[in-house]
């Protein structure tokens, strides 16, 4: 029977790939990837021969029927993003639920994805959390801050550095100066930095030395 594995892939560090997710990666009879050369230089790292097809954002939508089509005439497909789990801030989860419309078994196997590293080293409660994603650039995103302030739970959110200054001053003006964050910046990469304190501590940081690379911001749920 057809199935669809997610493989999740390293986010910096490439030894971070598990044992099981390259045999699976050797194994399977093709792959479907974010970006084929991305894959591709994975791969040849790993000294693995694949059939690797394009399977992105863009094309997400008008790519099911044909994706579905391939995996039927398969035994097994993974799908691979270009950093982390597929399906988390990646293209995947079309594709899961089609799978599972389709009757397709659909497995993922455990492996990196940002935003656990950064709320575990965070140091606030990791028992229960709230991931957010990316925040709407414009339309939507205050309305997303204002239930963010009200949240209890420790909140995750992808950031891209040259917002990060703007997002770390609307927590300052949603949550108070004092709301306490952590900002997971190049996790598992040669210059990570975890830089913890309060909203305006963190802000006043990278507003003197603008943030290079991948970030994460951990924020200390409403007391
Ligand atoms: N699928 C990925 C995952 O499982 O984490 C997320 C992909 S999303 C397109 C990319 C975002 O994830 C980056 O903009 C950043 O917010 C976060 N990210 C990915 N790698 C990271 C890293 N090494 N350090 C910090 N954040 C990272």
Do not use: W
């Given at each position: 029977?057809?199935?669809?594995?997610?493989?999740?892939?390293?986010?910096?560090?490439?030894?971070?790939?598990?044992?099981?997710?390259?045999?699976?990666?050797?194994?399977?009879?093709?792959?479907?990837?974010?970006?084929?050369?991305?894959?591709?230089?994975?791969?040849?790292?790993?000294?693995?021969?694949?059939?690797?097809?394009?399977?992105?954002?863009?094309?997400?939508?008008?790519?099911?029927?044909?994706?579905?089509?391939?995996?039927?005439?398969?035994?097994?497909?993974?799908?691979?993003?270009?950093?982390?789990?597929?399906?988390?801030?990646?293209?995947?989860?079309?594709?899961?639920?089609?799978?599972?419309?389709?009757?397709?078994?659909?497995?993922?196997?455990?492996?990196?994805?940002?935003?656990?590293?950064?709320?575990?080293?965070?140091?606030?409660?990791?028992?229960?959390?709230?991931?957010?994603?990316?925040?709407?650039?414009?339309?939507?995103?205050?309305?997303?801050?204002?239930?963010?302030?009200?949240?209890?739970?420790?909140?995750?959110?992808?950031e891209s550095p040259h917002r990060l200054v703007k997002c770390l001053g609307?927590?300052?003006?949603?949550?108070?100066?004092?709301?306490?964050v952590c900002v997971a910046r190049e996790?598992?990469?040669?210059h990570e930095e975890f830089r913890r304190g309060?909203a305006e501590e963190v802000k006043s940081h990278y507003e003197e030395k603008p943030p290079k690379g991948e970030i994460?911001i951990?924020?200390?749920?409403?007391?």
């Amino acid at each position: 029977m057809a199935k669809l594995i997610l493989v999740p892939t390293p986010i910096g560090n490439l030894e971070d790939i598990t044992l099981r997710a390259i045999r699976i990666l050797g194994e399977v009879d093709l792959i479907f990837a974010e970006d084929t050369r991305t894959t591709n230089r994975l791969l040849k790292h790993l000294d693995i021969q694949q059939s690797v097809h394009a399977f992105h954002a863009h094309n997400e939508h008008r790519a099911l029927a044909g994706a579905i089509d391939k995996i039927r005439a398969s035994s097994t497909v993974a799908l691979v993003s270009d950093a982390g789990t597929p399906g988390v801030s990646d293209p995947g989860f079309l594709l899961i639920r089609e799978c599972l419309k389709e009757g397709i078994e659909v497995e993922c196997l455990p492996g990196p994805a940002a935003l656990i590293p950064a709320l575990v080293a965070s140091g606030f409660p990791c028992d229960k959390f709230v991931f957010e994603g990316f925040l709407p650039h414009k339309k939507g995103r205050q309305t997303r801050l204002k239930i963010i302030a009200e949240e209890e739970r420790t909140v995750v959110l992808y950031e891209s550095p040259h917002r990060l200054v703007k997002c770390l001053g609307q927590i300052v003006e949603f949550m108070g100066a004092e709301r306490k964050v952590c900002v997971a910046r190049e996790l598992t990469k040669i210059h990570e930095e975890f830089r913890r304190g309060t909203a305006e501590e963190v802000k006043s940081h990278y507003e003197e030395k603008p943030p290079k690379g991948e970030i994460v911001i951990v924020i200390e749920g409403k007391k």
